[in-house]
């Protein structure tokens, strides 16, 4: 993997993330959050079937860039677990997406001996919007992949500042943790995946003991953490993200890479070579932060990838975008098989 340090691009903003989708997210209902309670549906390529009918029938011009991904991703025999509750606040639930294998397993009510890795996957979005139904194809082509896979969703801003998602995101991990082996995956084998703003959370959560500490949960106990395009170093201040942080917040005070405390389990930071969006001096002062606290670090680039596209080539039938999924896929492999 290319050295970040070696990287010389210029630029003609600050280091910084912008505010990437315009789209909110709403809270469900306490009711709907109540009735999903340990309630595990799994469903499949058929119902991805339903799904791309109806995406069919919609306007073209109503499509965001994620579902229309979305529309297109093969269910490949992934089932689905939707709407698990991880806390009891709107916004704190997950979706879990399982292997081919196990799905048949569960569906036909066969005896699982088997036990799979698992990501934990959570989505970007300038902290202020997305959903982990507009990040299904992640949870799909990771499952497809053979990864048991939580999609999470968290609180928002402005509504919710810093550090509430982070919180959240330290409690689904330590719900993951705790809960999968009942999903059947190893809990010894549990890594973090986030893009952009989500980066910025499964970093976060991680790297500072103390978010996880509640849970009884010490860094250490995850496999891996991978950051995509993360905003892990910059000041928030002169962006509109700042809408995502207190008005009283500083940098030094935020920052991840200036928050690392506890043992820590190894990290991929991988940048995109076209972005725009969140600059690359994030991941090299990560970077730089993780390996004086003496973590191990690998950096890649994701050659002709946009912010956008350095998730969106998750998707498989999108691989040939570039090779985020490659990279991503080798790493956990290496980490957790």
Known sequence: MKDLKTRKRHHDHDDGHKRQHSHKTNAKSADTQAASKKVLKVTGA??????????????????????????ITSGGGVGVSKDILYGDQPLQDLDVYYPKPLTRAMTAQSAISDRYPMVVFV???????GSKEQYAFVGQSLAQAGYVTAVINYRKAPEHVYPAYVKDTAQAIAWSLNNAASLYADPARVAVVGHSAGAFNAVAAVANEEFLAPYHIKPSDVGAVVGIAGPYSYDFRKFDSASAFAAVATPDEVMPD???KGKQPPYLLLTAEKDDIVHDSNTIKMTQALKAAGVSVKNGEIASASHATSIGAMAPPLRWVNDVRAQVLSYLDDALK
Do not use: D, K
């Open 46 to 71: 058929a119902l991805l079937a339903i799904g791309g009918a109806v995406l069919a029938s919609q306007s073209a011009q109503a499509l965001s860039p994620l579902t229309l991904v979305n529309g």
């Open 123 to 129: 989505h970007g979005g300038s902290w202020e919007s």
């Open 258 to 260: 200036r928050h690392i």
